[in-house]
């Protein structure tokens, strides 16, 4: 009777593990790779001016470098809240940091509004030419002595005061 209940549960647990997941590849690890490495993966980080002296902690340039780029974007974000009609901001950015140090164009944006995406794609544009134009990053990311393409991604988000009812 027991190697009977064990046969019975075994075979429900062999059925539940069977069931066949299905995957969907969207692109190749060579599209990845040439769209751009994450930071977690680099060996060393691009290098934004202003962080040179962090070059050996890597945890503080990756701070560093955050910092340096929400500086500069936070400008071009400014006038949101006239664009925006929710109760504040969000903004999410990503993008390619070429081996030359310049920036692509933007590879998605997701915002809280459909309202704001055309101010979104403009600010980034501004900004992406800031960058350009001012050679902001030093140095590219690097893995196993080589540039790389790094990407990255910028949030805003700002959230508005709500009106008191009198």
Do not use: W
């Not at 809240?81 to 070429?98: A, D, H, L, Q, T």
């Not at 990053?137 to 805003?156: A, E, I, K, Q």
Request: aromatic share 10%; with cysteine.
């Amino acid at each position: 009777m027991r190697n009977l209940i064990l046969i019975i549960l075994f075979s429900l647990g062999v059925s539940s593990f069977a069931q066949e997941k299905k995957f969907e590849v969207t692109e190749t690890v060579k599209e990845l790779r040439a769209k751009g490495y994450p930071l977690n993966v680099l060996e060393e980080l691009p290098m934004v001016k202003g962080c040179e002296s962090l070059a050996e902690h890597k945890g503080y340039l990756a701070k560093c470098m955050k910092d340096q780029i929400n500086f500069i974007f936070a400008p071009f974000m400014e006038g949101a809240e006239k664009v925006s009609k929710g109760n504040g901001v969000r903004v999410y950015i990503e993008f390619v940091i070429n081996q030359d140090g310049s920036i692509s164009a933007a590879e998605r944006v997701k915002v809280s509004e459909q309202d704001l995406d055309e101010f979104t794609r403009d600010a980034f544009e501004k900004f992406r030419k800031k960058i350009n134009d001012e050679k902001i990053f030093v140095s590219p990311g690097r893995v196993h002595d080589r540039d790389v393409n790094t990407l990255y991604g910028v949030r805003y988000l700002k959230a508005f005061k709500r009106a008191q009812k009198q």
